[in-house]
């Protein structure tokens, strides 16, 4: 059996109004299902790595929906737990022009939430894997969840699954007690690759630094695995046109992708998981990291044009835009 | 100011699978806002009859539209409370043929679980209120929303307003810790008016009657201020064909309207709701049981032509179906 | 070049809530063009019988629309008019079950009422006519549309045209100042065939005839050319459900249609049109009335599971119904 | 009871071909209900302020329909009056790229252009007023919808409530016998806020002036009440993509907004009314000119990226726009 | 791992015109995937089975669809092959009443079509089964095809693996140069469980029986492997109303399912496959016969309830249809 | 009678995904009809050029729907034929920003692919043309289809009529056993006005051209017939966004159009078509050069902001562009 990466997190219905059109405006609510770790699974797998997603969900037609989505995908659905309680939410309106998305969260007290350690054989996960993946989102939903990610990361260190992390930190999250400061510098400690900017540093690790290079240089100095760290800067013209740029420092540098003009944004979210799953398909094929920036950024600036959470390109795609051949261009 | 019907109870986001698709086959879904008893505001409102709706909503864009959607109707708003938890939902599934409609509830925690005694001011409300109305759903929700309801019984019954209960006893909700017959006896008991069925004496009274007869008649003779008892008898041939009669125990005997021959069912949720608006009007307007029963199980049956939750027909479409001329014809 | 079957009459632009939604429901509305002349016409090209509409419609977008979907179906629009008034509408709501289907009329002042004596070159035109149909409805719109009938019909005679008359009375009509009686017997005298029930002879001709029976045979036996007359017997059970049976008078007696039981109603609105094209499809093509009243109700039977206002179907369809094989059956 | 904004005019269907499709091409049609002056009065009603609508609608369902779309959005509909002519309509094709919006009106003859002088109460509506908007094209309908505009003026004055006009001079209309010139000047010294370009000046008031500068000098030194003029600058790039600035000439000089581009547009109708809105919001709420003029253009870019006539953004929407932070941003 | 009921077929795109629309009317299409063998496939992986489907499908987006339709609903994908030729399709109108569904074929020269013997390893795969089942299209569609099922049955026969077949004559197949007698019969008596009625066998086999029992009972006494015969009798009232049984023949007697009257049909396509996994989950579970009648027939009666070609019902749904409990009752 | 343009080519269902989905995400497809050749002829009718297309389609509901998309349009639908082969398809996945559209051909062993020389009856089809065009796709589809397209122009040019040919080569055709240059250097002498691009005289002819100018001076120097050559240079951006401008080499230098920045591109197939339909009206009404290249391009970009294969602007849209006048602003 070929390893898998594997990604942990929650998996939520995405419930957004259709096109332009404002939640107050809206009579049907559109459905896809994600979420920041299992659009990295799904988009590894449309990439051609194999790739299972493990999460809890609700034991109903809500969960037995969100699980199909990722089956259908060809993620590997084997690991995924049930429990009694809720599926998380999220409504999307898509924003245009000057107006800005919005999203209303619902997800507290979900199946999710509700993960207790013990309840994943992390074990026999990770002799099977080949990356570990997890987002700073997880540890902030809840403590079993923070409690079942530690558990991955000590798994994953002791079968040598490389792991990243997306730092990912988002303050409406974390409410049930613990400071992020508590919990994520034990958690971040454990990666080889991070995804993290200037003030995911300064939230998570308590890091003053006066540049983004420097936090990057304390991070590989100074974190007991971290090897790289990437990002991505948006510039947010509107919200139909962004700009959009991959780095990756390499402990030494920073390797920099093309800039991207993302005019006609047809779905924003997702972005940094595609950048995201993009890194991880550079990295886990021994791509150099010149290669591995420019290849996450087009995954990236393709997502933008598919609706929904995930970059369904495959290899083929990606590969034609880094090499910018034809960009947009019907070929018959 | 016209004096108004008062409504008290949660009002949910409906999201339903198109048509007769599956949970699992939806890629959109449909978005209508009701609940048992706003849906008999909304009701009355297009029957000519001035209603407003108490509840509690979140303050975020979904709150809004749930409340955009009462206002439309012509419901006074005027009362609603806003709070920071979330909307309640529920998913459904409309079913077809031998296959039943299924429903995904989602309402834990809502703004209105979480509603207090003391938000409402009851009796600024019941001096300018001319009927009460509330049901079963309500105390089974939280002990707030249970304690809620009871000040307003209270204040309804210091200005003499009537008052009219639908007993409607759900099994899955009433998880706050206390049992449905701690509560509802008391609550029941200040009801002028009360839907309820033979099952529903039993679990919410613990009445073991051999007949819904007998049951009516304790119920007229014993409890406080019960006048009347009102109920239908529903019969499932399958999801797009029921048989629907309703009755009213006036003391003394049924009083029993045509049975309606439900084929080709389009919406069956809120028949119940349909149907006690429809008594609401018959009795706030003068009109004898007789009478009443006819219209009111004639609103029910045109609500089973109607998407959505509520019966939007006006005075003159039931009449004219109570009258039972040209039904289903068009005229031009 | 083939001779046509002439039809005359106000094309209008239908606008239906989806579903079983009502007009304050929707926020889409379905379009289509028709009448009850051009759907006629339209049927009659289905059937594989040359057809010509004769109309006058706005010269913009909206009239070219109409006059397109004409041509879609292979009628002829070469004696369409274009004027620079509006195009006539309704708007429906289906209905379902107990619950009537709703039209609102806005076909005041339109193109189509507009017409005046003289536009039509109808000399030309009934020299390369087969047969000609109207409706009452035409003379109902205005007095200059009633003139224009009536060049119509005094050219068929002189070029011995067939003509069909659907007297179909519209209490909502006849606003222009002249009664119906004062216009209609003139032109249904020069009627060879007509469709027409007791209370179209009653409001148009004034006649109080105490059965159909009795009205039929006045009609043959006195008015100048009529030889036969045809109904359709409609049962109302509920907006899903009608029974339909179509008649005709040959004079001297009754030949009947089986009776369909139209459960599952999909577009009620046409139904008499395809009744009537039916019937011309029978007489034009020399067949018995006993195949015809079959042809033409089984013809009617269709349109009521076909969206729009049009029998879009073949005569091999129509023709598989009559025989009453695999009716509704999924042929491989 | 607070005093409300009263805006008069008509309310028409909107039926628009959905997305870029062309009217030949729509087989369903969106509906929104609109009017310049309405669209106002939903405005402010989402900004805060407290509005009520005055018109004529028809008493049917398409009346009905366009009523509750204003009490859904807050507006006070307690003044709207009902005939039995018919609702106003206009049919909109979005246009896209180089190919520009197109409109098909069907306005004649509506409820609203059959109002009389005396229909409305005016000095009980201006009693309770806080400001009265109406624009050019109220005027332009009909002789009666021009009397009433006066009646409303004159007891504006009474009341000594503000009055704003959008002169909107609209050549299509004005089809009633009067010249525009013979109307509208005394209609327009009646207001104390203009929104008016070069051209309507010419046209309504039949000055040559050398610049807009001169025009509004000499509005606000020569007409009685006028004390400022506003507008808006719209370079169209194509129907995709339009540059837009508002000014106000406070009397003296102009003040200007920033200029927004506004490419990816979504719904280009009613950004003229936004404008409006913001003015009236800027100007009630006791702010300079400068910001009004900043709040106003912003509220008027973010109408094009909300399909609809009406601009529903919240206070909180626009003022971040103003400020011009994370503009098009998703904040979670 | 577990064994898995296996399944042989082409797997086609559907097109099929929304709701009651004809195809001339049909601006979209909808689209699901669906085969005769693989709807039994995805029917027992939703009732618990595991299951695994073979085919050969295009290596284009279409082909990816289709695989991933099988993938989202549990289907094991590991033995589909894929080549150069196209993705066989089929447009499907619905019907309605007595308008009967219509099927336009477009299956020729698919890549299925094209498969040859020696592509599928049938050793491999048999040693896993639990069950092989085929239907009589598959020999139908090409010389190859009917190769591959010969090798299938013979796999099967040297592992043991319990065979059904489901005859299903199409005489508009079988198109490739050899005539259905000369390869049928050596395919059937490699069954052990038939699905055929009384043509099935006089078609495919040349038998012409005076019943429908003699023939089942030719075929248990003659066929060499053949131990049990089923069959459904459905009877067409009109497309929307069908009456449904189903019969086992188990060597000696017909065991009979109750009567399903089917009004309000949503889906009438893969009835009989429906009947065929329930037929299959009654016989590998062990059930007997009397059950596994009333189970199956069960089954196709709610896949008539279900949009698209597959029963994605639940065990606990069919078997609370077997039950006859709250038979379409709403269950909150 | 008008003398007609006469076109011939394949007209085939293409079915793309709605919007920016992917073909995996789609559960609908859209449904238009159309080919290049036949969207020419669709362009002419609506600019007021009769035109008539020359086609064989499948005798089914498919081929129905195709011919009634045209007649529809005003084509003239006399000449088409019919066989009982299939339709040709083309399935579309839209693209949008950096991601390309994508095109899945399913076109062999079409109706059209079977047309065989003698079907079509040129000599009386070319006494009444007034124009004939042709595109490279033809002969690229079945040898019968080159011997058809020689048989047009041989028939042409005994009647004087002037032919078009566009070459749009395409390589994945020409599968039939022929070479590109066995066929088509017969053909494209055969023409007096060409559409080619460098690459296309190279496929075709075999040359080997320094510079687009030498291989237009070769054409118009030593073709037989050729007066002039034109083409589109087309600046792909994104799939959203294009730059565009045409050429016409008239013999001796080119003229050249203003090129459009074609943002926000709505549907980007049949551009070339339109430019050709717009080539075709400016030579066929007598217009220079310099403005019908400036027409031509501007019906192009016209057709980039329409869904579908077709322009259907008017003369006096492409008009309205060609004078720059008020590009994309509503005028009401």
């Known amino acids: ?7 942990l997190g929650e998996v939520m219905m995405r419930l957004s109004a259709p096109g332009c059109s404002r939640f107050t405006q809206a009579t049907t ?41 990722l089956q259908k995908m060809g993620v590997h659905i084997g690991h995924i737990h049930y429990g009694s309680e809720r599926m998380g939410l999220y409504f999307l309106e898509n924003g245009a022009m000057q107006r800005p998305p919005r999203i209303v969260y619902d997800r507290f007290d979900s199946a999710f939430a509700h993960i207790k350690p013990g309840t994943i054989d992390w074990e026999a996960i990770m002799k099977e894997a080949s990356w570990f993946h997890w987002t700073g989102i997880t540890p902030a939903i809840s403590l079993g969840a923070a409690e079942v990610c530690m558990e991955a990361l000590v798994a994953a260190e002791k079968y040598k699954v490389p792991v990243s992390g997306d730092i990912n930190y988002r303050r409406n999250l974390w409410q049930y007690g613990k400071k992020v400061t508590d919990i994520m510098p034990a958690l971040i400690e454990r990666c080889d690759y991070l995804v993290a900017g200037l003030t995911d540093f300064e939230n998570c690790l308590g890091w003053k630094s006066s540049s983004f290079e420097e936090a990057c240089q304390k991070a590989t100095d100074t974190l007991m695995k971290v090897k790289k760290v990437a990002f991505t800067y948006r510039e947010s013209i509107s919200a139909s046109h962004n700009n959009l740029q991959g780095v990756i420092w390499d402990g030494n540098k920073f390797l920099e992708s093309r800039n991207y003009a993302l005019t006609h944004i047809v779905d924003r979210v997702g972005g940094g998981d595609a950048f995201m799953a993009g890194l991880i398909y550079g990295w886990i094929s021994g791509h150099d990291d010149a290669f591995t920036v420019e290849f996450a950024t087009a995954a990236s600036a393709l997502k933008h044009s598919i609706p929904g959470d995930v970059n369904t390109s495959t290899l083929e795609e990606v590969l034609q835009l880094v090499k910018g051949e034809n960009t947009g261009k019907l070929l018959r």
Chains 1, 2, 3, 4, 5, 6 share one sequence.
Do not use: F, W
């Open 1 to 7: 059996m070929e390893k898998r990466v594997i990604t």
């Open 29 to 69: 609510l559109e459905v896809v299902y994600g979420g920041a770790e299992a659009n990295v699974a799904v988009s590894l797998a449309c990439l051609g790595i194999p790739a299972a997603h493990v999460t809890r969900l609700p034991e109903n037609d809500l969960g037995k929906a969100a699980c199909q989505s």
